[in-house]
C-alpha cells in the first residue's frame, strides 16, 4: 500500500471513530459556527452534521445563555486554554434527553463539558473544540446520595407521626438558646402544651384516631409559628414551643390564639369529628433558672396550674 493510500486509511478511521465515538465533539470558528458535527450530537440533537454545518450554534440552540457560552469560547481563543464546565456548576450546555436505561429518572443529561482550543498549522488558535460527556449516572448517583442523606438527617430530627421536631432536636435548639442568654440575655420563653383529656379520645376511639388528632393539632402549632420560633413534639400528647425573642405578654397571647383555634375546631377523623382543647404553660427565661431542666420544669409547673384550673387554658410561670 502506497503512503498516500496509507495516510487516506488512517484518516478514514480517525473520522469514522469522531463519528461514532459516545463524546459529543462540536468544532466551533471564532464566529462561533459549527465546523464540525459528529454523530453523537447527531443522535441527541436531531440535527444532522449537513443541517448544522456552517450554522451558528445559537440558532442551532436557541436556549443555550448565549452571552455566558461566547465569554467562555473567547477565554479559550484569547488565551490558548482549555476550560472546563462540571455538571456541578451547570447540569447541561445542550438539553439533551438521557437515552440509558439507569438515567430513566432524569429529565435531562447530566453533562461535563470541555472547551478545548484548536491551533492551525500556523500555530494560532482558529477554533474551539466542544467536547460534551454524557455523566448522567454519575449525577444520578450523587444526586440520589445526597437527597437520602438529606431524608436521613430530617428523620433524625423529626417526629415520624406529626413531622414536627423530635425530643432530640428540641433539647439541642434549647441548649442554643439557653447558650446564648447565659452569654447576651435577651428575652425568650418556652411553652409546654399539652392536649386535653387525650386518654379519653384513645379510650373511646381507638389509637388511629388518637393518632388523627395528634397529627391535626401538630399542623395548627406547625402553621401558627413565626420564622425563627420552633415546635417539637416533647412525647404523647405533649408538645413545646420555643419563643425565641419573645416576652411573656407576646408568648401569652400567641398561645391563647392557638388555644382559641383548637376550641372552635372540628377534628375531622374516621370516627367522625371530634372537639378537643388544649392547656398551655408559659415560662419566660430568667436568671432563676440555673438550667435547661429547670426552664423545663418552670414551664411544665405553669401547665399543669393550667389543668388544675380547669383545662382549655394558658397559664404564665
Not at 459529543?24 to 450530537?41: E, P
Not at 414536627?164 to 425568650?188: E, P
Not at 414551643?241 to 376550641?263: D, H, M, S, V
Not at 399543669?304 to 387554658?313: D, H, I, L, T, V
Request: charged share 25%; net charge neutral; hydrophobic share 35%.
Amino acid at each position: 500500500m502506497s503512503t498516500e493510500s496509507s495516510e487516506l486509511a488512517e484518516l478514514h478511521w480517525l473520522f469514522d471513530m469522531l463519528q461514532h465515538i459516545d463524546v459529543g465533539l462540536v468544532v466551533l470558528d471564532s464566529q462561533y459556527q459549527v465546523s464540525l458535527w459528529n454523530g453523537f450530537m447527531e443522535n441527541h440533537s436531531g440535527k444532522s452534521s449537513t443541517t448544522a454545518k456552517g450554522k451558528s450554534l445559537f440558532e442551532l440552540f436557541p436556549d443555550i445563555n448565549a452571552d455566558w457560552l461566547k465569554k467562555k469560547v473567547d477565554t479559550v481563543l484569547a488565551l490558548n486554554t482549555p476550560i472546563y464546565i462540571a455538571w456541578e456548576q451547570r447540569p447541561y450546555v445542550f438539553k439533551f434527553k438521557p437515552y440509558r436505561s439507569i438515567t430513566g429518572t432524569s429529565e435531562h443529561m447530566y453533562q461535563n463539558v470541555v472547551l478545548r482550543p484548536i491551533t492551525d498549522v500556523r500555530g494560532n488558535v482558529s477554533h474551539v473544540c466542544v467536547v460534551v460527556y454524557d455523566v448522567t449516572p454519575v449525577a444520578m448517583n450523587k444526586l440520589s446520595l445526597v437527597e437520602a442523606n438529606r431524608k436521613l438527617d430530617q428523620m433524625s430530627k423529626t417526629d415520624g407521626l406529626t413531622d414536627l421536631n423530635n425530643r432530640a432536636n428540641l433539647d439541642r435548639a434549647l441548649g442554643m438558646i439557653f447558650s446564648s442568654y447565659t452569654k447576651n440575655k435577651g428575652t425568650h420563653c418556652l411553652v409546654m402544651a399539652d392536649i386535653d383529656h387525650f386518654k379519653k379520645v384513645n379510650d373511646t376511639y381507638g389509637h388511629p384516631v388518637g393518632d388523627e388528632v395528634l397529627k391535626d393539632v401538630a399542623k395548627i402549632l406547625g402553621g401558627s409559628s413565626r420564622r425563627g420560633d420552633f415546635v417539637g413534639r416533647f412525647g404523647g400528647e405533649e408538645f413545646a414551643i420555643l419563643l425565641p425573642n419573645t416576652g411573656k405578654e407576646g408568648a401569652f397571647k400567641y398561645c391563647e390564639k392557638i388555644r382559641e383555634t383548637i376550641a372552635k375546631r372540628d377534628i375531622k377523623t374516621a370516627q367522625g369529628s371530634i372537639n378537643i382543647t388544649i392547656s398551655l404553660g408559659v415560662c419566660e427565661l430568667s436568671d432563676a433558672e440555673k438550667d435547661v431542666s429547670a426552664w423545663l420544669s418552670k414551664a411544665d409547673d405553669a401547665l399543669y396550674r393550667a389543668k388544675s384550673e380547669g383545662r382549655n387554658k394558658t397559664c404564665t410561670a
